[in-house]
């Protein structure tokens, strides 16, 4: 079995704040692992993944998540957030089964002018 | 290219009724997902489909079924509409059987279904 925790159902930074959105998980074998977007009445957007190559992966928008395995952790950072960063994330994990893909249930990501 | 489509874009039912949702994938894409984006819930995984055949479902009752047709398209049917039900409805294909391989899902906009 798999799961996703995201840890703060809401986070608030300021515009040129660094952007720090966490997620563990749990997987009986290597997962994979992604980070969605998903902006007001839209569908999601893959931001990046992890697919057991490099550990630090970079994504679109600037974003970029370190695989830790020793912390089963996978969280999501930005240098400087953008009023546009504003949306609700979700993280993923497969363990390449038959459960397609589990997702946290997202942090809102709220940017303070 | 076209991206995953999804129909209609809003449904409202009443309690009792059926609801279809409909979802066309990208072109090329066998597989194909349904979530429920419920208030409060996040997404939950419902069904999966590949080849025209179900491969996998959620935790859900069996009022929620659904079929993929020749063409790769997918019908996702609600029976006896409960007020829970109401939430948004994604969907997503993929190329290859199991998602998150080296490849990744494309969601369409979803269908936002309302039960009143």
């Known amino acids: 079995a798999q799961s996703v925790t995201q840890l703060g159902s809401h986070v608030s930074v300021s515009e040129g704040a660094l952007v720090l959105l966490r997620c563990n998980y749990s997987s009986s074998v290597p997962p994979y692992l992604f980070w969605y977007v998903q902006y007001p009445n839209q569908g999601l957007q893959l931001l990046l993944k992890?697919?057991?190559?490099?550990?630090l992966v970079k994504g679109i928008n600037g974003f970029e998540a370190e695989f830790k395995k020793s912390e089963t952790s996978f969280h999501l950072t930005k240098p400087s957030a953008h009023m546009s960063d504003a949306a609700e994330y979700f993280c993923a994990v497969s363990d390449r089964g038959a459960d397609g893909l589990t997702f946290g249930k997202g942090t809102h990501l709220i940017i303070q002018p | 290219e076209a991206g995953v489509t999804q129909s209609p874009t809003h449904l409202i039912k009443t309690r009792g009724q059926q609801a279809t949702l409909r979802c066309s994938p990208i072109s090329g894409h066998t597989s194909v997902y349904w979530y429920q984006q419920a208030l409060g819930l996040g997404l939950q995984f419902l069904l999966w489909?590949?080849?025209?055949?179900?491969?996998n479902r959620g935790n859900f009752p069996p009022r929620f079924s659904g079929r993929q047709f020749p063409n790769y398209s997918s019908e996702l049917n609600v029976n006896a509409l409960e007020l829970e039900d109401s939430a948004l409805y994604l969907c997503?294909?993929?190329?290859?059987?199991?998602?998150?391989?080296?490849?990744?899902?494309?969601f369409g906009q979803g269908t936002r279904l309302t039960v009143v």
């Open positions: 489909y590949d080849e025209g055949e179900e491969r």
């Open positions: 997503a294909s993929s190329l290859v059987i199991n998602m998150g391989a080296n490849t990744e899902a494309f």
């Open positions: 992890y697919t057991s190559a490099a550990t």
